[in-house]
Structure formats: C-alpha cells, structure tokens
Nanobody, 121 residues
Framework: QVQLVESGGGLVQPGGSLRLSCVGS????????MGWYRQAPGEQRELVAL???????NYADSVKGRFTISRDNTKKTVYLQMNSLKPEDTAVYYC???????????????WGQGTQVTVSS
C-alpha cells in the first residue's frame, strides 16, 4: 500500500513563507510526475506546480516567481517552497504522485490527505 503524508501547512501573514513537504511510503518502484494542487472553498482543485522525473517544472501563472517545486527521489519526497504569500493563496494543498508500485505495474495517481495553508494578517 502506498501512502503520501504532507506537512508544513499553517497560518502565515501576507508576504511570509512556508515550505510544504510530501513523503511517500510503501511499495514504490518508480515515481514519475510529482505535483502540488490546491483547492479553495467553493473552488475547483487546481494545479499549482508540477515536476517531472527529469526535473522539468511547470507552474500556475498565479504562483510563478513566488513558488518553487523540488523533489528528492531517494527520500520519495516532493517539496513546495512558497514565498511572498498572498491571501489568495489560502487553500488546502494536496500533493500528487504518479507511482508505479512494481517494475511492470501501471502508473497510478496517489494523493495526500491535504494540508491547510492560510494567509492572513
């Protein structure tokens, strides 16, 4: 069984920073894309940032220049460094990893449980 556990959310003032982490555990052979999504109340879940197995990254326009996604394959972990946070960044943040559990397995989407990020003075 595969589990993704997130940490690092919380309450921060506008202009502040947070670093989210998402650690994978269980039977994992390979992790392809890793990403962070967010969902604000009454809104659809949206992609925030994505990093491929080769290290290429993609960001939502709203976070470009402020957020940085990175990964540590040996630790099965993806990070999201969030700087210059704004009130509109308030949401529940979810990590997503596309994982093959065994050498010949198909790749399946796995999700973390979500971590709340609140930006407010």
């Amino acid at each position: 069984q595969v589990q993704l556990v997130e940490s690092g959310g919380g309450l921060v003032q506008p202009g502040g920073s947070l670093r989210l982490s998402c650690v994978g555990s269980g039977s994992i052979f390979r992790i392809n894309d890793m990403g962070w999504y967010r969902q604000a109340p009454g809104e659809q879940r949206e992609l925030v940032a994505l990093i491929t197995s080769g290290g290429s990254t993609n960001y939502a326009d709203s976070v470009k220049g402020r957020f940085t996604i990175s990964r540590d394959n040996t630790k099965k972990t993806v990070y999201l460094q969030m700087n210059s946070l704004k009130p509109e960044d308030t949401a529940v943040y979810y990590c997503n990893e596309k994982i093959a559990r065994y050498k010949w397995s198909t790749v399946v989407d796995y999700w973390g449980q979500g971590t709340q990020v609140t930006v407010s003075s």
